[in-house]
């Protein structure tokens, strides 16, 4: 079974669009997050969600919306697609916030190209 | 914020070579994870290492937190290793901390 599964996998879309990406982890874990991987492959924190309250908001477009309905899942919604968003998305959860002493899980990776 | 570099950020190895590679963060941390992302793309966990030595069977790493760094030992290096290898931290507020990334190719 696989621990943080995203779906979908693969997506592309026209500028102005708006797409989601879905995230579900099955580890029990709290805390849940959002990064970007770039062209350059610099991976980058979005967002993190803790019990469905979200705790970090990095310098991110407001086009860019987190929803958690629960602590095991966390999906990512973004309005009017631009060019720039073409990147990939991993999803990632963990047990606990903080400078906590626990691995962090990664997801397969949503990658998404706007045409 | 910590910083995480990485070195080098290039790598290419005939098979069979033996090769590390370093990570050095600019603030004391309490968990530092090493990845492997393969061709594919897919993030795979190797190590999670805030201090001390672990090994998996060709893989090894070790963290010297009071020194901040840590490295990662591939030994008799196969095309299957060939990737990228990223370090990263734990931030105050629990999220990981990336460096760049090496990016290793093992020739046959």
């Known amino acids: 079974d696989t621990a943080v599964s995203q779906t979908p996998k693969y997506l592309v879309t026209q500028m102005g669009n708006d797409k989601s990406i879905k995230c579900e982890q099955n580890l029990g874990h709290d805390t849940m997050y959002w990064y970007k991987q770039d062209s350059k492959k610099f991976l980058k924190i979005m967002f993190s969600y803790n019990n469905k309250e979200l705790i970090i908001n990095e310098t991110v477009p407001n086009r860019f919306s987190p929803k958690s309905p629960d602590k095991a899942h966390l999906n990512l919604h973004i309005n009017s697609l631009e060019l720039g968003d073409s990147a990939v998305y991993f999803c990632?959860?963990?047990?606990?916030?903080?400078?906590?002493?626990?691995?962090?899980?990664f997801g397969e990776g949503s990658w998404l190209t706007v045409v | 914020g910590i910083q995480v570099e990485q070195s080098p950020p290039d790598l290419i190895l005939q098979e069979g070579a033996n090769s590390t590679l370093r990570c050095n963060f600019s603030?004391?941390?309490?968990?530092l994870q090493w990845f492997h992302q393969n061709p594919w793309g897919q993030l795979i966990n190797l190590f999670y290492i805030p201090s001390g030595t672990k090994q998996n069977g060709r893989l090894s790493a070790t963290t010297v937190a009071t020194e901040r760094y840590s490295l990662l030992y591939i030994s008799s290096s196969q095309t299957t290793d060939s990737g990228v290898y990223f370090c990263?931290?734990?931030?105050?507020?629990?999220?990981?901390?990336f460096g760049k990334g090496t990016k290793l190719s093992v020739k046959p």
């Open positions: 990632a959860s963990s047990q606990g916030p903080g400078s906590s002493g626990n691995t962090i899980y």
């Open positions: 603030d004391s941390v309490n968990n």
């Open positions: 990263a931290v734990r931030g105050s507020q629990g999220n990981l901390i």
